[in-house]
């Protein structure tokens, strides 16, 4: 059972919307930020979004993120089924003192 | 070009042991903590620990996930810009590919900010 906590999958057309969410507690998402990380099939993790909704270079701005309170969600619009792939959450947990991942979400164009 | 090579994987029994290696190059090694995060077969990726980068008296702080604690050590080499992770009482649940991933400080990863991470290493824990 992951400390945050993921729907198991989500779809949606090519060229719509897609939101998908993570929820966790005060003394993780809700005390610290929130990366976001694309995988996939065969290949690591790729940092999506840091500190909540910041995109790192080469990361197209049809990916956006966003927190409130101690969820915090993924945006993903215009979506391509280059898109199709496994979307995983993260933080720190402040009283585990751990690193901690959603449980991931896959994602079907 | 950040780069993050991983090696040492294999095929262990239960209770034996293994030390994986992660050669890093494209940045200055010393100045960021480094980071364990291990992804089981078909399960999402796992933190298993963190090494900081040293402090102005030469020490480091690590941190591990409970699953692991007292039977996983991680450590650093800056002058070969290597990090390590030595795994003692391997147990089947250790079965995953085991990714070294870069904190963008040296003091750690707020948020779990990992930029750049590793091919991966696979180990299996199996007799």
């Known amino acids: 059972q992951s400390v945050l906590t993921q729907p198991p999958s989500v779809s949606a057309a090519p060229g719509q919307k897609v939101t998908i969410s993570c929820s966790g507690s005060s003394s993780n998402i809700g005390s610290d930020f929130v990366s976001w990380y694309q995988q996939i099939p065969g290949t690591a993790p790729k940092l999506l979004i840091y500190d909540n909704d910041k995109r790192p270079s080469g990361i197209p701005d049809r990916f956006s993120g966003s927190k409130s309170g101690t969820s915090a969600t993924l945006d993903i619009t215009g979506l391509q089924t280059g898109d199709e792939a496994d979307y995983y959450c993260?933080?720190?947990?402040?009283?585990?003192?751990?690193?901690?991942f959603g449980g991931g979400t896959r994602l079907t164009v | 070009e950040v780069q993050l090579l991983e090696s040492g994987g294999g095929l262990v029994q239960p209770g034996g042991s293994l030390r994986l290696s992660c050669v890093a190059s494209g940045f200055t090694f010393k100045n960021y903590a480094m980071n364990w995060v291990r992804q089981a077969p078909g399960k999402g990726p796992e933190w298993v620990s963190i090494?900081?980068?040293?402090?102005?008296?030469?020490?480091?702080?690590?941190k591990y996930a409970d699953s692991v604690k007292g039977r996983f050590t991680i450590s650093r080499d800056d002058s070969k810009n290597i990090l390590s992770l030595q795994m003692n009482s391997l147990r089947a649940e250790d079965t995953a590919i085991y990714y070294c991933?870069?904190?963008?400080?040296?003091?750690?990863?707020?948020?779990?900010?990992?930029?750049?991470w590793g091919q991966g290493a696979l180990v299996t824990v199996s007799s």
């Open positions: 993260a933080t720190w947990d402040r009283s585990l003192d751990t690193g901690v």
């Open positions: 991933a870069k904190c963008t400080y040296r003091t750690g990863c707020h948020g779990l900010y990992l930029e750049s």
């Open positions: 090494i900081s980068g040293r402090s102005g008296d030469g020490t480091s702080y690590t």
